[in-house]
């Protein structure tokens, strides 16, 4: 198949793309290179699937890319780019809206004229507002502007699914986490600094909890719902294992051997405070298993942190 990925040079984008070209797929990858952070961590993030003849690879930006070139014969659309975090959307709501929304709406102007098989679209449990623990019949109720642009992505694609057959699929990313995670995310965070003999931030008293994705469990899921998923449908993916912040820090003090060094400050404006995927509606439809553990996966974070020299 053909596909196209955006945000390409991302977390979840790069190891999307690389699981699509090793399956013999034709990966058309697309991002703006926008600087939310830096950009030789995308490059990094590329590293594996530059030369690959299975992989071609744009910067564009969906705002105002002809987009129609990079649709052409495309059998789905894994459409991944958007602009993340929840603290920078009080204050750069424009650069959310117009990459969430305005983004979002031009891609699928687009995917309205061709013969697409799927258009899968990532979402975020951040929809779900500040506990995120039902199923995705569960009212919405975001509590950041992150939250609300990502919200707002999710009903355009849906409508343009309810009105001219863009074969969309809705899925929210429950924390995803791993190797090549986003450096403005928590466990790049803590991991970097702990090995460092940094202070780290906690935000709030450590018990919010999370329910946490491996990027391999996440990316099976996306792969899975390109094949499967239902036509108009939203999915929750998740890991299957909650826990809380002050765990996932005791734990990243065994697998470093470093002591954390812990500043507490307060909750910050639109901060979540318990997620857990309820993934029935996954594992019924899409045959979605996660299978990594936490520990496993944080560990693997921790020897990606020290393969780049962060000691």
């Known amino acids: 198949m053909r596909c196209l ?88 709501f424009d650069q959310y809206m117009t990459c969430n929304l305005l983004g979002t709406k031009r891609l699928l102007e687009t995917a309205r004229g061709t013969a697409l098989q799927k258009f899968v679209h990532a979402s975020t449990s951040s929809v779900y507002g500040r506990d995120a623990l039902g199923d995705e019949q569960t009212l919405p109720r975001p ?53 460092r003999d940094e202070q780290i931030v906690v935000f709030g008293d450590g018990e919010q909890t999370r329910g946490n994705t491996y990027i391999t469990d996440c990316v099976e899921a ?26 996932v820090i005791a734990t990243l003090e065994e697998l470093t051997g470093r002591q954390a060094h812990i500043q507490h400050q307060p909750p910050r404006p639109g901060d979540q405070a318990h997620t857990m995927a309820n993934i029935r509606k996954a594992q019924h439809d899409l045959g979605y298993e996660p299978r990594t553990p936490l520990r496993e996966g944080l560990a693997a974070q921790v020897a990606w942190h020290q393969s780049l020299g962060v000691s």
């Not at 793309?17 to 952070?37: I, M, W």
């Not at 609300?148 to 986490?177: C, H, I, M, N, W």
């Open 222 to 247: 996306t792969v899975l719902a390109a094949q499967r998923g239902q036509v108009s449908e939203i999915y929750n993916i998740g890991g299957g294992e909650a826990q809380s912040l002050n765990w």
């Open 143 to 195: 509590i950041s502007p992150y939250g609300v642009t990502k919200l707002a992505a999710e009903q355009l694609a849906l409508a343009y699914q309810d009105v001219f057959g863009v074969p969309v699929t809705v899925l929210r990313y429950f924390s995803v986490y791993g190797p090549r995670q986003r450096p403005d995310m928590g466990y790049n965070i803590f991991i970097g600094r702990m090995l």
């Open 5 to 92: 990925v955006t945000g390409a040079a991302g977390f979840i984008g790069s190891h999307l793309s690389e699981r699509l070209v090793d399956e013999g797929h034709e990966v058309t990858g697309l991002d703006a290179f926008l600087p939310y952070y830096p950009r030789a961590t995308k490059e990094r993030n590329l590293a594996g699937l530059r030369g690959r003849s299975a992989f071609r690879f744009y910067e564009d930006d969906l705002r105002t890319a002809a987009l129609n070139p990079y649709l052409a014969g495309v059998d789905v659309v894994y459409h991944l780019a958007a602009m993340p975090g929840l603290a920078a959307s009080w204050t750069d």
